[in-house]
């Protein structure tokens, strides 16, 4: 059965046709991403890879403001704030539920604010300054808590993102709070 006949040099359209869907697709398939092995290298203190290090946090407190600086002792590679989340829990493994009056902020090694991260509220778990900022070391996580004591509980961090190769990673670190 024909559905088309060609005669005469029609049928050298038909072959132009062909041939441009052809080369039409071989550039689309050119253009595809290259898929990438994720089985990354890691560089950290752990033979897993730690993605940041902290040190150990200081307190200060004058009359219920509790204020708690995190220093990143180091990071490789470095993250945007955005890929940081923060949370706090209990030493029994509870959540400690933030409050209106909580503030969270990143400093960098000069205690200038280079980061807002939003701890309570509906837009929780998000930064709302400075979020594509790297971080870096000796950059500091300083939590204010009103009216709420942190003693003896957790800082919890998820790192979440991808590596410069486009490798997904993600991390999740605790820091005992004395």
Request: with cysteine; net charge negative; aromatic share 8%.
């Amino acid at each position: 059965m024909v559905l088309c006949e060609m005669k005469g040099r029609g049928w050298w359209s038909a072959v132009a046709v062909v041939v441009g869907i052809a080369a039409a697709a071989a550039i689309s398939w050119e253009s595809l991403p290259t898929p990438v092995d994720c089985n990354p290298t890691y560089s950290g203190n752990t033979p897993l890879g730690t993605v940041i290090a902290f040190s150990s946090p200081t307190e200060q407190s004058v009359g219920t403001d509790h204020w708690y600086n995190f220093t990143i002792a180091s990071v490789s590679p470095p993250s945007p704030l955005q890929d940081l989340k923060f949370g706090v829990q209990t030493s029994s493994g509870q959540p400690v539920s933030a409050d209106p009056d909580w503030a969270a902020h990143m400093l960098d090694h000069g205690g200038s604010t280079i980061g807002i991260y939003t701890i309570y509220g509906p837009t929780a778990g998000n930064w709302s300054a400075g979020g594509s900022l790297p971080l870096t070391s000796q950059d500091t996580f300083s939590l204010l808590t009103i009216p709420t004591n942190l003693r003896n509980d957790t800082l919890r961090v998820a790192d979440v993102g991808s590596y410069a190769d486009g490798c997904p990673f993600s991390e999740l670190l605790t820091v005992s709070i004395p």
